[in-house]
């Protein structure tokens, strides 16, 4: 009888359990066990909520709510603005320690990753421990929690991680996938939403199990032939392709929701060089490379457009993207029109660096590479530094 070698994959998922509130609380001893809400003030026009701690949530406010709907429901809770860098230089640190059980870590967004540690039992033991030992270590060396969820496809540990939160652990185990899925409620299947689940409901559909009841054919009629194998293999446990693909580029982008529309040039620019420098040393961070910036602009009517540019070589300075965006900026504004919201970023990054063209700017170019590589340094190792580039005041 012929042995099965076939090598068993094991993905955690890792969420950071209400990422911006519970940094909050870590920084701020006093607002443990309080209901916190990050984005804005309730005097703040148009705030909306970025993050509630799961105190808040108790109170019905969660994530894209305006501020003042937040303050209504819960007149009792501690609003704070959003501070990016802190959060970031959290998330740079807690990605790190993933680092130390796996070269194959893939970053989802600030606040979640995916993290391959097939073939690793040698070193840290068996999967479900090794899951166990990455959140006592961000525990241990950062004081926040995380949520974690252990199987044999990405798109299983994805849900697992929001199966038990906050600070829980959830494994499906190798040959139980279909189990797990056929008793998950219908609404907590990732990916499907909320107009498939309607039409599911409308044909008396309403459960995981009676999507599995349901013939291919049927399904293929009712959702074409793309989500039919969805539903089919995703409540069988076998969706893979979802989440099986790393992206082979990714985005870094922040934005400002300003209390007043803005329409002086020289405060637009200001409010560029700040995203631009948060945006910036993200990427540095990260140690990413890109050769596209873009900007969005959202003017007081709520109308909203983007635009990008890309050159022909790494943006790796803070003045070419700045000059970039000012740029760009420049040939989508309609002059005169309030703007609400500004966001900046960088398009398709890369983790490996295109060889630069020499030219004459080079020297000068290197010069501010190294200043801003040692400033990200400095705010490493202090982050109670902060070093901003200033701008010529307005005469």
Same mark, same amino acid.
């Given at each position: 009888m012929q042995e099965n070698n076939e090598i068993t994959h094991w993905y955690l998922h890792?969420?950071?359990?209400?990422?911006?509130?519970?940094?909050?609380?870590?920084?701020?001893? /006093?607002?443990? &066990?309080? $209901?916190?809400?990050?984005?804005?003030?309730?005097?703040?026009?148009?705030?909306?909520?970025?993050?509630?701690?799961?105190?808040?949530?108790?109170?019905?406010?969660?994530?894209?709510?305006?501020?003042?709907?937040?303050?209504?429901?819960? $007149?009792?809770?501690?609003?704070?603005?959003?501070?990016?860098?802190?959060?970031?230089?959290?998330?740079?640190?807690?990605?790190?320690?993933?680092?130390?059980?796996?070269?194959?870590?893939? /970053?989802?967004?600030?606040?979640?990753?995916?993290?391959?540690?097939t073939g690793t039992e040698k070193l840290f033991g068996p999967p479900q421990e090794t899951a166990l030992k990455i959140q006592t270590d961000v525990k241990q060396q950062t004081g926040l929690t995380v949520s974690v969820g252990l199987a044999t496809t990405k798109y299983l540990a994805k849900i697992a991680s929001g199966y038990s939160k906050p600070n829980g652990f959830t494994f499906i185990q190798k040959g139980q996938e279909q189990d797990f899925m056929l008793n998950l409620p219908l609404n907590k299947v990732?990916?499907?939403?909320?107009? @498939?689940?309607?039409?599911?409901?409308?044909?008396?559909?309403?459960?995981? /199990?009676?999507? +599995?009841?349901?013939?291919?054919?049927?399904?293929?009629?009712?959702?074409?032939?793309?989500?039919?194998?969805?539903?089919?293999?995703?409540?069988?446990?076998?969706?893979?392709?979802?989440?099986? /693909?790393? $992206?082979?580029?990714?985005?870094?982008?922040?934005?400002?929701?300003?209390?007043?529309?803005?329409?002086?040039?020289?405060?637009?620019?200001?409010?560029?060089?700040?995203?631009?420098? &948060?945006?910036?040393?993200?990427?540095?961070?990260?140690?990413? +490379?890109?050769?596209?910036?873009?900007?969005?602009?959202?003017?007081?009517?709520?109308?909203?457009?983007?635009?990008?540019? @890309?050159?022909?070589?790494n943006i790796n300075t803070l003045d070419t993207f700045y000059e970039i965006l000012k740029r760009i900026f420049e040939k989508k504004y309609i002059s005169g029109r309030g703007i609400r919201l500004l966001g900046v970023g960088f398009e398709n990054i890369e983790k490996t660096e295109t060889p630069q063209p020499q030219d004459l700017f080079e020297t000068n170019n290197t010069k501010k590479q190294i200043i801003e590589k040692t400033i990200l340094n400095m705010s490493q190792k202090n982050p109670n530094i902060k070093i901003h580039r200033a701008r010529t005041i307005k005469k």
């Open positions: 890792v969420d950071l359990d209400a990422f911006f509130a519970s940094v909050e609380q870590l920084d701020n001893p /006093q607002y443990k &066990g309080k $209901p916190v809400i990050v984005g804005g003030k309730p005097e703040d026009r148009r705030s909306v909520v970025s993050t509630a701690s799961y105190e808040a949530r108790k109170y019905g406010v969660h994530s894209a709510m305006p501020t003042f709907q937040a303050y209504k429901l819960c $007149p009792n809770g501690i609003f704070v603005r959003c501070r990016m860098e802190r959060y970031a230089e959290l998330s740079y640190k807690i990605m790190n320690i993933f680092k130390n059980y796996s070269p194959d870590v893939q /970053q989802m967004s600030i606040d979640e990753a995916f993290i391959d540690i990732w990916g499907l939403g909320k107009k @498939t689940q309607e039409i599911l409901k409308s044909k008396g559909i309403k459960t995981t /199990q009676e999507v +599995f009841n349901t013939s291919f054919a049927t399904l293929q009629f009712l959702f074409g032939q793309n989500m039919a194998t969805f539903l089919y293999n995703v409540v069988r446990g076998q969706e893979k392709d979802s989440l099986s /693909q790393k $992206p082979k580029s990714h985005s870094i982008s922040a934005e400002t929701t300003f209390d007043y529309d803005l329409t002086d040039i020289y405060n637009i620019e200001t409010e560029l060089l700040e995203l631009a420098q &948060g945006v910036f040393f993200r990427l540095l961070k990260e140690g990413g +490379f890109s050769h596209t910036a873009m900007v969005k602009i959202r003017y007081e009517d709520f109308t909203t457009c983007s635009i990008q540019e @890309t050159i022909d070589h």
